[in-house]
């Protein structure tokens, strides 16, 4: 199984940027995808952002042109830049991984990490 752990949530201003840490606490080179989601209150779970081995990238209609993914295979880590941030971003940001070569139902989750946005 795979450990992740989020972190660089706090609260913005809107108009500013955060970036997002996710760290696996193991390779993950072979983990197809690598992905964001977050939580509003009383909303359901939705993706942000996915980034694959190979490169590809895909982003909510939302955030596309202001949050970029990027994943660094050697330290194991996977980012989340938002920029332009608004405050309908605001909620708990979570880190995915899954699925892997070696697994390919894997499905890990962070804990998540609170970004709140003010007007």
């Known amino acids: 199984q795979v450990r992740l752990v989020e972190s660089g949530g706090g609260l913005v201003q809107a108009g500013g940027s955060l970036r997002l840490s996710c760290a696996a606490s193991?390779?993950?080179?072979?983990?197809?995808?690598m992905g964001w989601y977050r939580q509003a209150p009383g909303k359901q779970r939705e993706l942000v952002a996915t980034?694959?081995?190979?490169?590809?990238?895909n982003y909510a209609d939302s955030v596309k042109g202001r949050f970029t993914i990027s994943r660094d295979n050697v330290k194991n880590t996977v980012y989340l830049q938002m920029n332009s941030l608004k405050p309908e971003d605001t909620a708990v940001y979570y880190c995915?991984?899954?699925?892997?070569?070696?697994?390919?139902?894997?499905?890990?989750w962070g804990q998540g990490t609170q970004v709140t946005v003010s007007s």
């Open positions: 995915n991984a899954g699925p892997a070569a070696w697994n390919l139902k894997l499905n890990a």
């Open positions: 193991i390779s993950i080179f072979s983990i197809t995808t």
């Open positions: 980034a694959t081995s190979g490169g590809a990238t």
